[in-house]
């Protein structure tokens, strides 16, 4: 059985539980379906995947939160998100062959027209398995780039997508913070 919304609340994180950041530590479902903006579809199809594995897209239920970082401005999110058996591991394939050919792609946001390049990296080792990537667009005229890291890891029929926000430098998700929401996702799926 796929976890549901109310199960993904609670193995999230609770106040308190996360010593580097600050504030409340909300739990927030998705908007309704067609309740949100909608945006034109990005240039290079094949990078669709990076792009659903933040949104939780496919998924049974999902849940996410955001953290505001005592040393990082600019913040974190995590989304934990309930799949079909066997469309975790289905979609997660996806997620990796893109990786294998998405190098850069445009697309528009609430803030207009972007363009981003797509970097991998060393993924944790975590879950059943685990990718790392970064997603870099030039801000102009700030000439300071948006750096942002996303760790996606899949535990039996979840996908949980860790991300850190930063300008310039590239800060990195507490692996720590990752490992012990992954293995709430584990210990939930045993039987």
């Known amino acids: 059985m796929p ?5 993904l609340k609670g193995l999230a994180f609770k106040d308190g ?11 927030q479902e998705p908007q309704p379906e067609g309740s949100g903006r909608s945006f034109p579809p990005i240039s ?10 933040r949104n939780g897209e496919g998924s049974i ?3 996410f939160q955001i953290f505001n970082w005592k040393k990082n401005i600019m913040g974190g999110s995590s989304i934990l998100a309930s799949y079909e ?14 990786l294998t050919t998405c190098r850069s792609y445009e697309g528009e946001g609430y803030v207009g027209r972007f363009e981003v390049s797509v970097r991998t990296e060393a993924a944790p080792r975590v879950g059943d398995e685990a990718v790392a ?5 030039p801000m102009k005229p700030e000439r300071i780039d948006r750096n942002e890291q996303f760790v996606v890891v899949r535990t039996g029929n979840t996908i949980a997508t860790f991300t850190e926000l930063s300008a310039g430098k590239g800060l990195s998700f ?6 012990l ?6 210990e939930a799926q045993r039987p």
């Open 3 to 7: 976890l549901t919304t109310a199960q």
């Open 17 to 27: 539980e996360v010593p580097q950041a600050h504030g409340p530590m909300a739990v």
């Open 44 to 53: 290079v199809p094949v990078c669709q995947p990076l792009r659903d594995a």
């Open 61 to 63: 239920a999902h849940v």
């Open 85 to 98: 058996e066997g469309e975790a591991e289905r979609r997660f394939a996806e997620l990796k062959q893109a």
């Open 133 to 137: 990537f970064r997603e870099i667009i």
């Open 174 to 179: 507490p692996t720590e913070l990752i490992s």
């Open 181 to 186: 929401q992954v293995e709430r996702l584990r």
